[in-house]
């Protein structure tokens, strides 16, 4: 498993696009069968990453565990008491909490890590107060705002390819 930091052109630029974000990237060869599916994490308030990498491992130095966030969305915390230090507190326990677990790749993984955070700071954002899996795969996907070109083509590109090759391959 190969870990990248995140590093654009502007670090404070980063920082503050990624702040109070949950983040997703492509999990090969999974995103690739199944676009919808992928590796997710939770920002800081200063926009550093957080995510469930693996058995009692969470990387919370901006470290994604299979490369550079694609896709973001923003959670509005003007609703949440404590602003920014609730924030951060709950995303710490998670990680904490996440350090003693073993990972599942279907039932407690990157995006249980993200709910159970979420939870943590009794957030209520999307319409969605109590956050599960299930919620934040289907809302990142619908709702998720690419970080570029590439990130799109990194979870459409090699879905599309598949149902092209298949397609033709019927048709033969």
């Given amino acids: 498993m190969s870990s990248h930091v995140y590093e654009p052109t502007n670090a404070r630029a980063e920082e503050s696009s990624l702040s109070f974000t949950i983040l997703w990237s492509p ?17 800081t308030s200063r926009g550093v990453a957080c995510d469930f ?10 470290r994604m565990a299979f490369g550079k966030p694609t896709r973001v969305l923003r959670v509005d915390i003007s609703s949440l008491p404590g602003g920014a230090e609730q924030w951060d507190r709950a995303v710490s326990e998670a990680n904490s909490e996440y350090r003693t677990r073993m990972h599942n790749i279907c039932c407690d993984n990157c995006h249980s890590h993200v709910a159970y955070a979420l939870n943590s700071m009794e957030i209520s954002a999307y319409g969605i107060r109590n956050w599960d899996m299930v919620k934040l795969c289907f809302l990142v996907f619908f709702k998720g705002r690419f970080l570029g070109v590439g990130g799109f083509v990194a979870q459409f ?3 599309s390819l598949l149902v092209v ?7 033969i």
Avoid at 165 to 171: D, G, H, P, R
């Fill in 53 to 62: 990498q693996g058995p009692y491992s969470v990387g919370e130095r901006g």
């Fill in 27 to 43: 999990l090969p060869p999974i995103t690739w069968l199944i676009p919808f599916i992928g590796h997710m994490g939770i920002a």
């Fill in 157 to 159: 590109l090699p879905f």
């Fill in 165 to 171: 090759i298949i397609v033709l391959v019927k048709t």
